[in-house]
């Protein structure tokens, strides 16, 4: 099992881009997560879902969309880039509900905008 | 005043040496609690639940204080291998799952 995988691992966007961040799991975890880490502070939690088809906000949901066609995908959409959103982003997936189980971490994706 | 609280560190401590981490919460409506390790620049994985109780894994031991709100990590015999950031972990709902900002340890030979 390759876990959790997340693509691209480093990423440069201008001001004003768009992209996806890509996040696959092979565990058959219902429920998966997306998170941003900056120095100094602790993994925030951006958007989750807890199947196919459901998602929801996190603490910091702003400038981010998700959706959840499959189990197996999750992908992280910046619609509009800022260099606020200079971050390294962290997807995780879970077998029960992520405030209560152990969550797998991806490894990670460096993001930059300048 | 951030929801979770830890020491940021660096504690540097020689091989061998026993060594303590607390994290403090804020909420007293949390319900599950947890250590991560990071190590430098991977992701983070899952050290330890805490459980009420207090619980053991062979040279870690944590313990919870819901009385004073607090998580404790304890690293008996420390190895070079446990050099890492410890993060501390307080969830209360699917939406909130607090993480704190890590505490770096540093095993020195």
């Known amino acids: 099992n390759a876990g959790v995988t997340q693509t691209p691992k480093f990423q440069v966007l201008k001001t004003g881009q768009s992209m996806t961040l890509q996040c696959a799991q092979d565990m058959n975890h219902e429920y998966m997560s997306w998170y941003r880490q900056d120095p100094g502070m602790g993994l925030r939690l951006i958007h989750y879902?807890?199947?196919?088809?459901?998602?929801d906000q996190g603490e910091v949901p702003n400038g981010y969309n998700v959706s959840r066609s499959t189990t197996e995908d999750f992908p992280l959409r910046l619609l509009s880039a800022a260099p606020s959103q200079t971050s390294v982003y962290f997807c995780a997936s879970s077998s029960g509900l992520p405030s209560s189980y152990e969550q797998y971490f991806g490894p990670g994706t460096r993001l930059t905008v300048t | 005043r951030k929801e979770v609280e830890q020491d940021p560190g660096p504690f540097n401590v020689p091989e061998g040496a026993t060594v303590a981490f607390n994290c403090t919460y804020s909420?007293?409506?949390?319900?599950?609690f947890f250590w991560y390790r990071q190590d430098c620049r991977k992701e983070p994985k899952l050290l330890m639940s805490v459980y009420s109780s207090g619980n053991e894994d062979g040279r870690f031991t944590a313990q919870l204080n819901r009385a004073s709100q607090y998580i404790s990590l304890l690293i008996r015999d420390s190895k070079l291998s446990d050099s890492a950031t410890y993060l501390c972990?307080?969830?209360?709902?699917?939406?909130?799952?607090?993480f704190g900002s890590g505490t770096r340890l540093s095993i020195r030979p």
């Open positions: 879902s807890v199947g196919a088809g459901i998602t």
């Open positions: 909420n007293s409506a949390s319900q599950s």
């Open positions: 972990v307080v969830s209360r709902s699917a939406s909130k799952i607090i």
